[in-house]
């Protein structure tokens, strides 16, 4: 069931003995609001947890705090940026995928997998949602919760870049910053700090990388041996996925990344003229209108071979729109 | 004579037949806020011109209003984003370096060089204070005022990363959305958009990249032959310079730019513990504390000759501090 904001403030203020479950490959959006709540809850005297199965990258390490872990049997389970139950880690996705009382998330197209859930497609994160839930609540934003927040919002936006940012995101990014986040610090270490394996990795990409369509498609194919010589994991490639679209004239970036069992998860960037969400749905996948992703199993020749004809039909329609 | 934000308002209602002068290789700052502050005197009645010398670099050309010229004779000249007469351009220091009326800034290193100044040095941008002026003046910030300083604040802090960027400027970024500012599109021009020419120069830099002294020296080299190749100017480097002390480890990033007649110019990044301006003044050049540059004249290996005792020397210093 969709519930309304002053719901969901109430369901926050009602519930007790709180687990907080994030997506799977966590990102700041869902670590940071997931971080965030769980700071705000106990700050209103319950019970919360939060813990991943898969280790935090380095990168967010910093907002896990000690005392995350769950120490008493949980009575709420609250999702956070978690559009569908596929997307829930496997552990809580066997254990917990049926039971979720609330899903607090931005996505248009969540599955709507619990049993209320709250949706505001606006948000450009889930931390702008999860700072508006704890203003209404009437927790004081501490420099920690900033933190969190501001991690959520600059990183699901590159730093308030993209079209998802609107003047609430800056409205709120400034309150946090008033509120004592320490975002020069933060921004260095998200966004300025580049591994040496990653800077290689960009580097192999660069010289694999394909433009076809007279320059209108690129494609950046990672495999693992890629990934392993560098030292980089699929959380470092969001960034290079990102570049395919920055190439003056590319209209659909793609990103091609082999799966450790083989076969690809295909990642898509485009401008506002083409649906990536409608391209990736004719592979059984989905998402945004301007970022979307399917996966595909078998070689990069057969996937090539499936994937070029559906590219190039967008392109010929996102030319005569 | 420094006079204070309710004088410059003053000023600026008082005055009329008005020259805006920007400083030399203009930015988005200084067009920015120069031609929002055009559009917002005509729109008290007053009649104002902003002209550069030099082309208005492509990237900021939809800043420049058909009607910029002068077809009156200027009474009262103001600089916006000027911190010394020297920093004018050639043509208008020459006519009217000493006659600068008023000179907005927000340099705390202004010379005070014109009969006025108003220096507002926690603003990240000029395009702040543009924005406050403005406002005070009661002109409504239309859609083509937004886009000027949303340009100004955005180029200014690398679209809200660098550590200048304050609560205010998110706050007045959030107003110039509301305003209408077209962030989406300027961001994609702005931030967003790599020629593919600049694709293949930072593929070239990184297959020549060179990590030294463990990695705390990472030099790139940028020939003649590349810049040729790739058709990337001067301009198209400052990205690939910055990259050099992103790498995590890396506490002196050298890039070397071979010169047209020769030789190479230096650019050193440091972090906080390295004084690039002492390093580069022990080889003739000068700068700031963690961006310098020098010149050579000599060859590659000549120049690394010279140039790497004096970096090792630095990693050592800095270590000792």
Redesign the interface.
């Known amino acids: 069931m969709i519930i309304d904001f002053e719901t969901t403030v109430q369901r926050l203020r009602d519930c007790d003995n709180v687990q907080i479950l994030t997506h799977n490959n966590p990102d700041g959006d869902t670590l940071g609001s997931g971080f965030a709540l769980l700071h705000g809850l106990r700050a209103l005297g319950k019970r919360v947890c939060l813990q991943t199965e898969t280790p935090v990258p380095e990168r967010y390490a910093f907002l896990v705090p000690d005392d995350a872990m769950a120490e008493f049997t949980p009575q709420t389970v609250i999702s956070v940026d978690v559009a569908d139950k596929a997307l829930l880690e496997k552990g809580a996705r066997a254990a917990l995928g049926d039971r979720v009382d609330l899903s607090i998330d931005h996505h248009g197209g969540n599955r709507i997998f619990a049993k209320e859930t709250y949706v505001d497609s606006d948000a450009a994160a889930v931390g702008e949602i999860v700072f508006l839930l704890l203003t209404a609540l009437g927790v004081p934003v501490t420099p920690v919760i900033a933190d969190c927040l501001y991690t959520a919002c600059a990183t699901d936006t590159g ?5 998802n ?4 995101t ?2 709120i ?3 946090l ?2 509120a004592g986040a320490d ?2 610090r933060l ?1 260095t270490r998200l ?6 394996g990653f ?1 290689r990795l ?2 192999q990409c ?2 694999g ?1 394909e ?1 076809l369509a007279g ?1 209108a498609l690129c494609i950046l194919t990672i495999t693992r041996a890629m990934l392993h010589d560098t030292g980089c994991s699929e959380a470092d490639l969001d960034e290079l996925v990102g ?1 395919t ?5 590319v209209r659909i970036g793609v990103t091609l990344k082999e799966k450790p069992d083989g076969g690809f998860k295909i990642s898509l960037r485009t ?1 506002d003229d083409i649906d990536a969400a409608a391209v990736c749905a004719k592979l059984g996948g989905g998402g945004h209108r301007c970022a979307a992703g399917c996966s595909f199993n078998g070689t990069r020749d057969a996937l090539l071979q499936k994937l070029l004809p559906v590219l190039r039909d967008a392109l010929k329609e996102g030319a005569a729109q």
């Open positions: 730093c308030f870049l993209y079209s940012t609107t003047a609430r800056h409205r990014a400034a309150d910053i008033a975002y020069v921004n966004f300025e700090t580049k591994s040496v800077i960009q580097q660069l010289n990388m433009l320059g570049l679209r920055q190439i003056e004239g401008h």
